[in-house]
């Protein structure tokens, strides 16, 4: 079944993984692959780390080849192994693991325990939870900063945490045809390797600058299309969720490019349109001042319902692009 499991089987596979992710999310108790991911990283970057500028980027990509080979490796492994004991076994490990590439119920959490916070007047506590989720030093942040800080991770993390997981599982429905091993497991595992690299070493402050380099740029480049298609599933769940799509495709088009990465700024500014908010503007990292532009027009100002409304959108995107993947793989087995 490994090698003959059919796109059907796929699908339903991806939906009821969606369905765990909202559900059950990620349980502190169950070990996490993303985890272990995590800790075989931190012990390569521990290794590896050190040297000439020069040799700290050739290192950084080497780290970077091993852990997307040992991932596609361990992931392939775990399922030749399942479906060595039984078909169900397959199912269920495959169930499993999908449904830990997807973040959305860890992310909707995280966010609404800095709205709570904040609706409580709590803002020590706001600016501490906000400080688990982003880069910025966040000590010394304003209730308006905090909520910019929510809603931009938010924002950001709907195309990273939720829907670039799909996306290559969608790849993967395609790529198995001919190397059933590329599956969407395989490749959903393998872009939570890369985004795994780049969230613990892709910074510019040291020490990380020359050995994050190019995890850093690797990741943009996995994570480009998925940021303009994933910033249209946002506009389009927004338009059903009532917000407004007109501006959110006006400061779309307006936008997005206001920001030094090369796709962080699509989905921020999709929700800064459709919320009808300014984000984005200077931060300060490891003791560094970054100066950004901003996203977006202050026409309401922050508060933490648009850290909820922003968590609506992602739901809504999420929704809105797993009906396309189905309804797209559902028209290329008819005509095949």
């Known amino acids: 079944m490994f090698?003959?499991?059919t796109t059907g089987w796929w699908l339903v596979l991806i939906?009821?993984?969606v369905a765990l992710d909202w559900g059950i999310g990620d349980p502190e108790k169950i070990p996490h692959p993303v985890v272990w991911i995590g800790k075989l990283v931190g012990s390569l970057t521990k290794a590896f780390n050190r040297g000439t500028p020069r040799a700290r980027k050739g290192k950084g990509l080497l780290m970077w080849l091993l852990v997307v080979a040992i991932t596609i490796a361990v992931t392939a492994g775990v399922q030749w192994l399942a479906i060595q004991l039984h078909p169900a076994a397959f199912l269920l490990v495959t169930l499993w693991f999908l449904g830990?590439?997807?973040a959305e119920k860890s992310l909707r959490q995280a966010v609404t325990g800095v709205a709570k916070a904040l609706s409580e007047d709590d803002l020590a506590s706001a600016?501490?939870?906000v400080g688990w989720?982003?880069?910025r030093d966040t000590t010394a942040l304003s209730a308006h900063e905090v909520v910019r800080a929510a809603v931009e991770t938010t924002a950001e993390n709907t195309v990273d945490g939720v829907l670039a997981p799909l996306f290559y599982m969608a790849v993967g429905l395609v790529t198995a045809h001919w190397l059933p091993w590329l599956n969407p497991l395989t490749l959903a595992m393998t872009?939570?390797?890369v985004n795994t690299m780049d969230s613990m070493v892709g910074y510019t402050q040291a020490p990380y600058h020359d050995f994050g380099c190019l995890p850093a740029r690797l990741d943009d480049v996995l994570n480009w299309p998925i940021a303009r298609i994933g910033s249209r599933m946002m506009l389009i769940g927004g338009a059903l969720l009532g917000f407004d799509a007109k501006n959110?495709?006006?400061i779309y088009n307006r936008d997005r490019h206001n920001h030094k990465s090369p796709n962080a700024g699509h989905p921020e500014s999709a929700a800064a349109?459709?919320?009808h908010i300014q984000i984005g503007g200077t931060n300060v990292y490891f003791g560094e001042t970054v100066v950004k532009p901003t996203i977006g027009d202050a026409d309401q100002p922050l508060s933490a319902w648009h850290i909820q409304a922003c968590v609506s959108v992602m739901l809504a995107a999420e929704i809105a692009q797993t009906l396309f993947m189905a309804v797209a793989a559902g028209i290329a087995l008819g005509l095949s």
């Open 3 to 5: 090698f003959e499991i």
């Open 15 to 17: 939906g009821g993984a």
């Open 100 to 102: 830990t590439a997807l």
């Open 127 to 129: 600016r501490l939870q």
């Open 133 to 135: 989720l982003c880069g």
């Open 191 to 193: 872009y939570k390797a």
């Open 248 to 250: 959110g495709a006006r």
């Open 273 to 275: 349109g459709l919320l």
